[in-house]
């Protein structure tokens, strides 16, 4: 059995390959005891007196609060260092920003866009890192996601989880390689140009196999198939930071892959659950939703606003799960308990 009061103690959470079935499961289940744990009003500052890094190249909503929160209810203090705070990769290597941060912080959250910076980063810190989103994965947000997926259906195994839109994304690897050790019937559905790289395809075939638990994986272009008695509807943002001059190329080809009502239907389940990892374009109250608005007719992107705004929507029980579960990652790698 798995004890996340010591067998995560000093290790960095990069990657969600790295980690076992049963090592995410009990995160999972910790962040569980946490979330019940700050409802109560039960003070568990499992990380008093110590201080974190808070590393941001890409601009973050849910992910700088999570951590904040997380970390000021664990009795640590969480320090912010944008990418105009810091010379990271600028006048100073990862490696050598990471031998100072390491020897005045006790942890080190880096959310930015190459997946070897965070790798350097754990490599030369010698303290933990975590992940908060890099090209190739995101694996904070997984546990939040399996976390508001078990919380609605008690369970993980057997559950049918679609993604449609992008599926070369860091969102879409994610989900594909978490699924898969979890024991859930993963389907991406994006068209053919916007399908996994092979070989994230291959290595959640290959975890699949040896942790899955008999669960099946799907690739596919074919929305009514991706979408049949599944579950769980998911999608992200049909163009990424820094992808802002493809919204045209992206809109035509993912407009197909649109989560609405007709989508959520031909589920054929009432009890089918939507999650968005946020910010959702759902309608025009954003710059970027008027900017679609005025140049392409759409008052929706990924996902219409009335699956958004529907009771099956339970995106913001997911935005939350965020800080319950960043929180049970940084207790378990480096809290005194």
């Known amino acids: 059995m798995v004890d996340v009061r010591t ?3 000093g290790r960095s959470f990069i990657a969600e390959k790295d980690f076992t079935r049963s090592e995410l499961e009990a995160l999972i289940d910790f962040s569980a005891e946490l979330k019940a744990q700050k409802r109560a009003g039960t003070a568990h500052r499992y990380c008093a007196g110590q201080n974190i890094a808070l590393l941001f190249e890409k601009a973050s909503t849910r992910t700088r609060c999570a951590f ?11 320090e912010f260092l944008g990418m105009n705070d810091v010379q990271l990769g ?3 290597s990862v490696e ?4 100072v941060l390491g020897r005045m912080f006790d ?3 880096f959310r930015g866009y190459a997946q070897s910076d965070v790798e350097e980063l754990a490599q030369y810190a010698g303290v933990p890192v975590w992940n908060g989103l890099t090209d190739q994965w995101h694996p904070t947000q997984m546990l939040a996601d399996f976390l508001t997926v078990k919380e609605h259906f008690g369970t993980l195994q057997g559950i049918t989880f679609t993604y449609c839109g992008d599926g070369r994304n860091n969102m879409a690897n994610s989900l594909l390689v978490t699924g898969a050790k979890l024991g859930v019937n993963m389907r991406i559905c994006a068209p053919e140009s916007l399908q996994p790289e092979p070989w994230v395809i291959e290595l959640a075939q290959d975890i699949s196999a040896r942790e899955g638990g008999g669960n099946q994986l799907m690739i596919t272009a074919d929305v009514d198939k991706a979408v049949a008695d599944a579950d769980v509807l998911y999608t992200d943002v049909w163009v990424s930071m820094g992808e802002e001059d493809q919204f045209a190329q992206r809109t035509c080809l993912l407009l197909p892959y649109q989560v609405n009502a007709d989508m959520m239907a031909r589920t054929g389940k009432d009890s089918t659950i939507f999650l968005h990892c946020l910010p959702a374009f759902h309608d025009t109250k954003t710059e970027y939703g008027r900017h679609i608005y005025k140049e392409f007719g759409l008052e929706a992107m990924e996902v219409s606003d009335e699956v958004f705004r529907s009771p099956q929507s339970l ?3 997911q935005a939350e799960n965020r800080m319950h ?3 049970a990652v940084i207790a378990a790698t480096m809290g005194s308990f």
């Open 315 to 317: 995106v913001f029980d």
């Open 96 to 99: 050598d920003t990471a031998k």
């Open 325 to 327: 579960t960043i929180k």
């Open 107 to 109: 942890g080190i959250q």
């Open 68 to 78: 904040v929160v997380a970390a000021v209810d664990l009795g640590a203090h969480p």
């Open 7 to 9: 067998d995560f103690k």
């Open 90 to 92: 600028k006048k100073e």
